[in-house]
Structures are given as structure tokens and as C-alpha cells.
């Protein structure tokens, strides 16, 4: 899940025509928080938006904005951010005893590029940035990718110890672990010489040699140089370390908090564009490493954007989802989409420590259909057409009782020169059998989306 390691190589994408996105944008005035201002415009949590070239979102994925699972009563998502959050107001108190973290879980989705990638030094070529991993309102928005995206505002803004809780957006494949839509949570923790080093006032938070000057963007190190596991080269070896035990040593809590004392875990070396060291967090669970969150020492570079030149800073992120099916064992990312009451009933706030197993509630029956089309001359796959459009035209078509799909054979005309895609999608819901008729008719919908969105030949 993590942000840097879903690197797919070089990926094509089909953009919608023009046309196209203007038939999006009136039908997203279906949803609540969304209306059409007008022909091109989006209006959006109250912020109207001109649709350009980069318009990608859906009305199916805009219906998420505001339905804030997170902050929903007993939903295993909100068990699970609460459990986080009360485990930092614990570890980190001022002098009165009261909590010193501040805790933000309805910040706006909806961000810049400057929030989302810019401010965290994400490099303009970075694989992360394409249109066919986000959701672009239009080339300058988009709905968020990561909840690090808010922490160049809140660091400004003066805050030093905080959380960000929230759910993000991103185009991905269709899977029972992978949700176009899951929640993350974030966390910086800046501080001082004076507090870093309480006990040994000697000691120093940046290198002698180093001019302490405001980055220019020009001599900001390309990232190929920001390897070094070691420090970056403004901070002291003393400092870096510091934070780092420090950080681990919260982390670790968190997890054997999370998880249990008896958890095995192990720390990975990884690259963040944000920070350096940094490192994820792998726990051992069902005979694999499963990796729970990523984490590292803050470019300095981002607090100098942020005003703040004389600290160092830690900061993490880490998946709700993910630790949500590993603790109550829900083997189904959707399911926590479900309103179905024999889901929900099995969660509760009361007892935050005793988190129950989540049993099924019924397995009903898949039912596996194929579709297989000619795409237009000249177009291939990845090159003219990317997979990830005509998952999110599945989507808006069938919504969530699509389960998986995947492209199970590609062909070229050795001839015509004319390519060809299969994609098998399996459909089932969760709650009732489908009958075949109905998955036939949803099929043919999805076939018809398809000949009219990407002018192709069904086979
Ligand atoms: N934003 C990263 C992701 O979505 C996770 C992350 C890693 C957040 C390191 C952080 C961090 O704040 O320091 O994959």
C-alpha cells in the first residue's frame, strides 16, 4: 500500500475524450457533496473546479468524499483510529499530564499537487504522480493519495505533535485487498535541540559545517542522492539517531499494543521521497512479513518550507485497513463499505481492548464472466489504453459487486496489426446470491460503457 513501492513500470493510459468528461461531470451531480456549477465545472466540498485534461475522478468515486467510515460508531475502521490515537495520547503527555498530540480526522480530501507531491519533495517524474494512479480533479487538484499531504499546512500553522486521519484515493487493481478508497494515518512529531537533547545540552541538532540556509528548489538533492541510510547531510549523527530510537521505540509500542507483546516484527531499510532514513515496519503474521507502516527522519528541506528551521522531525504513515482485516480477521477489503447490519453488529466501541473476530455472514456464490474486445487501431495496452480506465468504467457501471478482474490474455493481429484484451471479472455480492441474468445484463453494460468510452470492438 505504500506510496513509493507501487511502482508498475511504464504505464499508458487512455484519457477520456473531452466529451467524455463533460457527461461525467453533469452525472456527478447525482451525489450529495458534489453538484455540476456548470458546463466544465465541478463543485465539490463547496470548491468549484474547472475540469480540464487531467479530469479523471468519478461520480462513482466522489460519493465517497464525506461518508467518513473513520468516524463512524463502532465500525471497525473507527475502533481501529481510536485505538491509535488514545496509544499517542498516552505515550505523549506535557507537564499537566494532558495529551500533547492534536488529532485532525476531517481535513478536506481534496488537495493540490502542491499538498500531495511538491511540498513532500515527490520528484515531477515520480511514477506516484500519474494520472493513472490518482484521482485529478483537474491538472492542479486531486483527491488526496496519502494523508502526508496535509503536513506542510499543519506544520505551518504551528503545530509540532499531530495526527491526520482520513481516507485517500487511489487508482489501483481490483482485488479483495486493494479498495480504490481506504484510510490512512499520519503522524509528525518535531522537536528541539532543547528538548532532544534535555540531558546532554552539549549536543547539537544540525552538522557546523552546514549553512543553515533556506533551500533553494534548485539545489534540493535529486532523489537518486537521498539513498543514505545513514542521515542527511544537515543533521548531526547524534540527532538523527536519537529521533530514530526514539520513533522505533513509539512504534514498536504501537504495534505490540495493536497486535499483542508476543508479536514478531522486524524493521526493513526503504525510500521515502519525504524522508530519509527511513524504514518500514514488518509484522509476522499467518506465515508471512506483512509490512504495517513506513515511517523515517523528515527531509528538512519540508520543515524549512514550513517555516521551521531550528527542529528535526520524525513522522509516520500507516494503512487502516490493513491492520483492521489482520486484527478482526475480515478477509474482504469492501466490507467495510457494508451498511449490512450483520456485519456492523459485530463491532463495538465498548470495549476498545477486546476486539472480536469477524465471522462471515454467508458466503454467497461468484459467478465469473469474460469480456474480450478489439481496442482501436494503433492503440495497444499500455500504450493508448491502460487497464486502470476500464476498471473505474467497471466500477461506475456495476459498483462493489465487482470482486475482481484481471487481464487474462492480450493478443496482436499478426495481420490487421489490431490488439486485443480479455479481461475476466468476477462478480458477487456480499450479501445475497446474483442471479446469472442479472450478471449477464450488468456485463452487457459494462460492454456497451466500454464501445462507447474507449471506441472498441466487443469480440
Ligand atoms: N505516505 C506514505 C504512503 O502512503 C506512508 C508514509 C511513509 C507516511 C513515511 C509518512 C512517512 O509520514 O514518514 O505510502
Redo the contacts with the bound molecule.
Keep these: ?4 513501492l507501487r511502482v508498475h513500470g511504464s504505464r499508458l493510459r487512455l484519457s477520456l475524450s473531452r466529451q467524455q468528461q463533460l457527461r461525467l461531470a453533469s452525472s456527478v451531480a447525482e451525489s450529495k457533496k458534489v453538484t455540476t456549477a456548470g458546463v466544465g465545472q465541478l463543485e465539490i466540498n463547496g470548491g468549484t473546479y474547472a475540469t480540464d485534461s487531467w479530469t479523471n475522478v468519478t461520480p462513482k468515486i466522489l460519493s465517497y468524499l464525506g461518508l467518513n467510515k473513520h468516524l463512524q460508531r463502532d465500525h471497525p475502521l473507527s475502533i481501529i483510529r481510536q485505538r491509535i490515537v488514545n496509544y499517542f495520547y498516552g505515550a505523549y503527555r506535557n507537564q499537566r499530564g494532558n495529551p500533547l498530540f492534536s488529532v485532525y480526522e476531517q481535513l478536506n480530501p481534496v488537495v493540490t499537487v502542491q499538498q500531495n507531491f511538491d511540498n513532500l519533495l515527490i520528484p515531477p517524474d515520480h511514477v506516484s504522480r500519474q494520472k493513472s494512479d490518482c484521482y485529478y480533479i483537474n491538472q492542479q487538484h486531486l483527491l488526496r ?4 499531504a496535509h ?1 506542510v499546512e499543519l506544520i505551518s500553522g504551528g503545530l509540532d505533535n499531530f495526527l491526520v486521519v482520513g481516507e ?1 484515493y487511489r487508482r489501483d487493481e481490483i482485488d479483495s485487498t486493494h479498495f480504490p478508497v481506504f484510510h ?1 494515518a ?3 512529531r518535531l522537536l528541539t535541540k532543547d528538548k532532544l537533547f534535555e540531558r546532554n545540552p552539549g549536543l547539537e541538532l544540525f552538522e557546523e559545517t552546514w549553512s543553515g540556509a533556506i533551500a533553494d528548489p534548485k539545489l534540493i538533492l535529486p532523489s537518486s542522492k537521498c539513498m543514505d541510510q545513514t542521515k542527511q547531510p544537515c543533521h548531526t549523527l547524534e540527532a538523527v539517531k536519537l529521533m530514530e530510537h526514539e520513533m522505533k521505540h513509539v512504534l514498536v509500542g504501537l504495534t505490540k499494543e495493536l497486535f499483542g507483546p508476543r508479536i514478531k516484527y522486524r524493521w526493513v531499510d526503504t525510500y ?1 521521497p ?2 530519509q532514513p ?1 524504514w518500514e515496519l514488518e509484522i509476522y503474521f499467518k506465515d508471512n512479513w506483512l509490512e504495517v507502516l ?3 527522519i ?1 527531509r528538512h528541506e519540508i520543515l524549512q518550507k514550513a517555516g521551521v528551521h531550528q527542529s528535526i522531525g520524525y ?3 500507516v494503512g487502516l485497513e490493513r491492520l483492521a482485516m489482520i486484527l478482526f480477521d475480515i478477509p474482504d477489503i469492501r466490507l467495510f463499505w457494508s451498511n449490512d447490519s450483520g456485519f456492523l453488529a459485530q463491532f463495538s466501541e465498548q470495549d476498545l481492548q477486546n476486539l472480536p473476530k469477524f465471522k462471515p455472514i454467508s458466503h454467497y456464490p461468484q459467478c465469473t464472466n469474460d469480456l474480450s474486445f478489439w481496442l482501436p487501431p494503433d492503440v495497444e495496452v499500455d500504450a493508448g489504453f491502460s487497464p486502470n480506465d476500464f476498471y473505474d468504467l467497471v466500477r461506475s457501471v456495476a459498483g462493489d459487486v465487482v470482486e475482481q478482474i484481471s487481464l487474462v490474455d492480450k493478443f496482436k493481429h499478426p495481420k490487421t496489426g489490431k490488439s486485443s484484451v480479455c479481461f475476466r471479472i468476477v462478480y458477487r455480492h456480499m450479501e445475497r446470491t446474483l442471479t446469472q441474468a442479472e450478471v449477464n445484463e450488468m456485463h452487457k453494460q459494462i460492454g456497451d460503457a466500454s464501445v462507447e468510452s474507449f471506441n472498441v470492438q466487443i469480440r
Design positions: 500500500m505504500l506510496l513509493t493519495a496519502h494523508t502526508t503536513q485517500v490512512q499520519d503522524a509528525v521515502f519525504f524522508t527511513s513506513g515511517c523515517g523528515m513522522a509516520f504513515g
